[in-house]
């Protein structure tokens, strides 16, 4: 079992910045492929970023390539999603996700999530 909490989400303009956290419980965190989804109101879930167990391969949306960062510490079971560039559309509930496989896929789903975090961008 995989227990995952993100930190980091908050208010901020357009433009800014805000790096979120994922913390993972477990000692197969370095084996599994992390990923990031978000859910805008009134929206379905989207896949966001996703980094592969090691952090060497990492996977975008187009909607987000270009402004945000996946990474990844596996000594502290962290995974992180760096936000630069942000617009009122980055509006959402973040949730970070930990795949089973070693590898994303975008046939794969998720084996665990995380509760969410709130990010906020006003015009």
């Known amino acids: 079992q995989v227990q995952l909490v993100e930190s980091g989400g908050g208010l901020v303009q357009t433009g800014g910045s805000l790096r979120l956290s994922c913390a993972a419980s477990?000692?197969?965190?370095?084996?599994?492929?992390m990923g990031w989804f978000r859910q805008a109101p009134g929206k379905e879930r989207e896949f966001v970023s996703a980094?592969?167990?090691?952090?060497?391969?990492?996977y975008y949306a187009d909607s987000v390539k270009g402004r945000f960062t996946i990474s990844r510490d596996n000594a502290k079971n962290t995974v992180y999603l760096q936000m630069n560039s942000l617009n009122p559309e980055d509006t959402a509930v973040y949730y970070c996700?930990?795949?089973?496989?070693?590898?994303?896929?975008?046939?794969?789903?998720?084996?665990?999530w995380g509760q969410g975090t709130h990010v906020t961008v006003s015009s």
């Open positions: 996700a930990a795949y089973v496989e070693r590898y994303y896929s975008p046939g794969n789903y998720p084996n665990y």
């Open positions: 477990g000692r197969t965190f370095s084996s599994y492929a």
């Open positions: 980094i592969s167990y090691s952090g060497a391969s990492t």
